[in-house]
């Protein structure tokens, strides 16, 4: 930079982001080592801060600009406070798209995804994200999937991995299986019009009810995790306590196993309820064709509840078995229903029916005049006589006293909790029981484009492991994909067709693949070592990384991706593999990007196009948009003109480093922002810019609010114009000019020029590396560290406060920033304003606080 250039006429001045954004892309793209982390020898600190992968779709939305530029700013930040930081990036490659692509516009899924994922790392590379490419993953490649397939056969090994047979959510659209969390409001997540269909399947499933009790303790823990995701996990794992009590089935060697978590209302009673698809079912209804019609009725009512999403409001239907079971408690005779408000998947599929305290029990025998005792009694109503006209039926309260229950008549309900669950453990007819939500993960695709299950079915010796040696298995590259049943995989003889490797023999490979968040579970672990060819992870290289430091991604995640996640982390502490047990430190869940208050979808036409903004208005304004339109925990709703004016301050910016930044050397400008002594112009910038800089480094290591942060540089860059342009700025309206006042001395305002391009850096990154070149700094921008301030010198001088006579303000004065309570008191009625105030009156009282008001308080 020299002196010509403040001579520069303003269409010289002019910011155009292309060329520059263009110049310095090239720059970093030749630069492989530039955001690569140090090893983990490192002395440095560490921070990983983590974005979710994307599915290569094709293109990025501005959701994932948003996204990626909250941790992009992130870890620039990190870096510029001298952390080692591993930021890396990767794809989630497998899944359904690629094959219903392959379907529509005959490419093969691998193809397609390959082609995405260029697409979109040149996107993200023209965005400017620090990314350490050197450690991308690609979780469709072999090299990546065999590690799924290790993880498999380690949990096959130690039956956390295994085979049943089951009903699954089958999308008819997808011709594929769903999980349960696939099923939204008794549709396909990916199909909302599509209702699910039920087939039965033999299916693999890993066995993450091994670790519920874990997995719901330990969010006690996760204190850096938006309370919101925690209490949705508590939900998901749905843990309830209670008692499995057995009802033998009179006549018949069966037993009916209930599951209650009011073993104390048992003696009340008064039917079993079975769920229509609880495996005794048919068996109580045997022949008897008007029962099985009516039990179909049952399950058809419920299937359509279930696709409805309003299984909880079903209008409740059922019917007697004419058979009875009998209470183990009392050793009475109950009727056998079938209720259609019962589920199979919740407890046990059985409940002993106790109308007189449980509402959908009490609506039921109402509708079938089935009998209602009442068993407990409200405490407050102990000695009186139970009478069921008195109570407003049903009721259900914890703090009871037992009655009509035998031997167990006037115990506390939760002293009968106890005992009676022990009773029925030593008469062998039940115990307590904890029972949770949380299913076992079904991972069984019948897909293609996904990680094949390493198994074989050999004729002879059933189901054999693939030999650890003999991984990965590679998919096949050439298959036909259609929409028909059963994964394309079947169709392949060369893959299905095997050597069973325990006897030599015929053997057929399993044709199913794993659903992708298996993929998902684990990836960040390999990004500490991603060509590692003999394990999955090095142990000790995770031990330095791990937990992530700040994981950034959808709220949309909160379940499924995040609990699988951490089932992950904890079967691979178990393992021996690594040591933590939690993956994440911090979690930051950002809002949506919205436009004209709805989700941004083709259907709509209001899908703004991050290429296009680009185009328009260059990367860093886009990104710097992004940030700025709202906090980032909210919904974004995005405004053309809000781009607009985020380029027009990012020109200002440019025009005003350009026209006034000088060669200065490094510790000249340095010394002199932290001048003390400073007056008038000088002083007054020297406090708004530690004000900002304190405002942006308490943001980052706080609440995020990066709005505040931009519109705090707006502000600082406001006030410059001010001092040296002698202009106010007034955004949408004409400026005012007004003559400059007093220029501040060269080597201050080089030094502010240089922090105001700091400040800028996480959150515009070309321009602030083209205005630091410019500036004639030799030193990496990215590395530099981050701006320090003198906090006293970011206190202002003097503060507005408000006096008030009896609570009232009657006038308002300067007072020196730092008065204290006493100070005030003592100034403040002795001011020569407040003495005419005061005069006739009678001072009772003065209440002070500093900073705010002074209260007078007379007579
Ligand atoms: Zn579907
Ligand atoms: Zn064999």
Redesign the pocket.
Known sequence: MTEQSSTNTTQELHYDPQPIEEKWSARWQKDAKLYAAEPSSSQRKKYYVLEMLPYPSGALHMGHVRNYSIGDALARYMWMRGYNVLHPMGWDAFGLPAENAAIKNNVPPREWTLSNIENMKSQMKRLGFAYDWSTEITTCFPDYYRWNQWFFLKMLERGLAYRKKSKVNWCPECATVLANEQVVGGCCWRHEQTPVEQRELEQWFLRTTNYAEELLRDLDGLDGWPEKVRTMQRNWIGRSEGASVDFKVEDSEEKITVFTTRIDTIFGATSVQLAPEHPLVAKLVGENAHLSAKVQELIAEQRKAKEAGNVGAIEKHGVATGRFAVNPFNGEKIPIWVGNYILIDYGTGAIGSVPAHDERDYEFAKKYGLEIRIVIMPRHEEGSNANADEHVLPFTAENSLLINSGEFSGLSSQEAQTRMAQFAEQHGFGKATVTYRLKDWGISRQRYWGTPIPV?Y?????I?PVPEKDLPVVLPDKVEITLQGGSPLSRVPEFVNAK??????K?RRETDTMDTFVDSSWYFYRYTNPKLDDKPMDTATIFYWFPIDQYIGGVEHAILHLIYSRFWTKMMRDLGLIKNSEPVARLFTQGMVIKEGAKMSKNKGNVVAPDDMIAQYGADATRLYTLFAAPPDRDLDWQDAGVEGVSRFLGRVYRFVMKHGKACATDRWETAIFMAGAVGAERDIQRKLFQTIKRITDDFDGRWHFNTSIAATMELVNELYLFFEGEVHQQGEKSTRIPPPKVAQDEFVQGVLRYLVLLLAPFAPYLAHELWETLGEKSNLLRHPWPKYDAALAKEDEVEIAVQLNGKVRVRMLVSADATENALKEQIPNDEKVRVLLEGKQVVKVIAVPGKLVNIVVK
């Open positions: 074989l050999c004729e002879k010796c059933g054999v069973c490797p325990k006897c030599g023999g053997a």
